[in-house]
């Protein structure tokens, strides 16, 4: 076997690992990764991701920074580091990091949506419909942007709007053209 194909077989066993929840044995085969693989920024991106779902942000945090100085455009990284910031409470942060993914991949659903979030919490409504919406429109199937811009319009008042993305969610009705039709 060649070294990337072992350095590959050494990932997946990782992402199984971290699939798993087996999170302490992802730590340790990582850690020894790392050793080996200094300017590698894929097994500090996948510490920075143990260490979250261990709770150690602090530790999450620097591996995720690594893992961006070694490849500054990687948007998943960035997007980690606005959920860590979030999950914080740290709003201006967090911001600022998923603008950043968004402005790597234009597409990163999940970066809008957060975006949305964000600005949800900071009482700015404008600006969170509009990154609701941008996400959808990216992905107008997407289940987690559907319930969260759906409870978001109830939040504002748009009953019988939130009622459509409700009936979307939960499969009674579909959008064709963003005309509901009924399933």
Do not use: W
Request: aromatic share 14%; hydrophobic share 35%; proline share 3%.
């Amino acid at each position: 076997m060649n070294k990337d194909n072992s350095k590959l077989k050494k990932y997946d066993d990782v992402i199984n690992l971290i699939k798993s929840k087996n999170y302490k044995d992802a730590e340790i085969n990582l850690l020894n990764v790392v050793k080996d693989e200094k300017n590698d920024f894929y097994p500090h991106q996948l510490l920075g991701i143990v260490y979250s779902k261990l709770g150690d942000l602090n530790k999450a945090i620097s591996h995720f920074e690594i893992s961006f100085k070694i490849n500054p455009k990687n948007p998943a990284v960035i997007f980690n580091l606005g959920m860590i910031y979030l999950e914080q409470g740290n709003l201006d942060k967090s911001k600022e990091f998923f603008f950043k993914t968004v402005e790597l991949d234009k597409n990163f659903t999940e970066g809008y949506l957060n975006l949305a979030k964000v600005f949800e919490k900071q009482k700015n409504f404008i600006e969170s419909d509009k990154f609701y919406q941008k996400s959808l429109s990216i992905n107008n199937e997407y289940l987690p942007a559907i319930r969260s811009y759906s409870n978001f319009l109830i939040n504002i008042g748009e009953i019988s709007k939130a009622l459509s993305y409700q009936y979307k969610y939960f499969g009674i009705i579909k959008f064709n053209n963003d005309k509901p039709e009924i399933t």
